[in-house]
């Protein structure tokens, strides 16, 4: 039954889309049988692959200073763009609509990040360790190198 009164129908098997095409390439059926035994066949919307490549680019926007480490932010988001409507997973709208949720979540945080950065580099300058030091630098506190590695302010 259609319409507006049928009852909604969650029997259909789920559907591999684009890696299918995967499957036929390696003369498997791996991609294909794993997604009939998903119990969640529909789509997403907005499309949460494109809102978290979208919100990393963003921080690496927001952190990094080298240009090559945001190209490669803008890449990753790029490919993952491309990847998701090559193998037809999402329509473009989705994915427009998941970098739109990434940039409201982010904007809305921003506050708050920037107050945790002005708590860290405060406790930092005070030289209180526990509070200004991320927790790699706790974990390899003594060996210099790796240290200086997950050191923030470097």
């Given at each position: ?27 498997t ?88 950065e ?22 390899f ?9 997950f050191?923030p302010?470097?």
């Open positions: 039954m259609y319409g507006p009164d049928a009852e909604a129908d969650y029997e259909m098997p789920g559907y591999a889309a684009g890696l299918t095409r995967v499957d036929v390439a390696l003369g059926h791996m991609h294909s049988k794993g997604f009939h035994k998903s119990p969640i066949v529909f789509g997403a919307f907005p499309s949460l692959h494109s809102a978290m490549a979208f919100q990393v680019c963003l921080f690496i926007w927001y952190y990094a200073r080298s240009k090559l480490l945001r190209a490669a932010g803008i890449a990753f988001v790029c490919i993952q763009w491309w990847a998701t409507i090559y193998l037809d997973h999402h329509f473009r709208i989705d994915l427009i609509a998941g970098a739109t949720y990434a940039l409201i979540s982010f904007s809305l945080m921003y506050p708050y990040i920037r107050k945790k002005h708590e860290f580099l405060s406790a930092r300058l005070r030289g209180d360790f526990t509070r200004g030091s991320t927790m790699g630098m706790r974990v506190r003594g060996f210099k190198r790796a240290e200086k590695f050191d302010c470097r």
